[in-house]
């Protein structure tokens, strides 16, 4: 199957960024696809209303919090510490 390609002009620092990303027998367009699976993040604008990205915010810090409470309980254990 025939893809169109395109040719593209990039800095040196940009290829050698590129290049280190590269997996063996990874085309440079693998590459680009992998490291950037979104075109571009305001694709994903105006997907929520505000008030579904304030609640979605207010579950994630939440969320986070309990996380973060229990990691510090698993530590105090590990040192030896009771509840």
Request: aromatic share 6%; glycine share 2%; net charge positive.
């Amino acid at each position: 199957m025939f893809m169109a390609t395109k040719t593209i002009t990039i800095t040196e620092e940009a290829y050698s960024k590129l290049k280190m990303r590269k997996k063996p027998n990874e085309s440079f367009s693998q590459v680009i696809n992998r490291v950037m699976p979104y075109t571009d993040w305001s694709d994903l604008t105006g997907i929520l209303s505000r008030k579904s990205a304030e609640t979605l915010n207010a579950s994630i810090r939440e969320s986070r919090k309990e996380t973060e409470e229990k990691l510090e309980r698993i530590a105090a254990l590990l040192r030896g510490e009771k509840n």
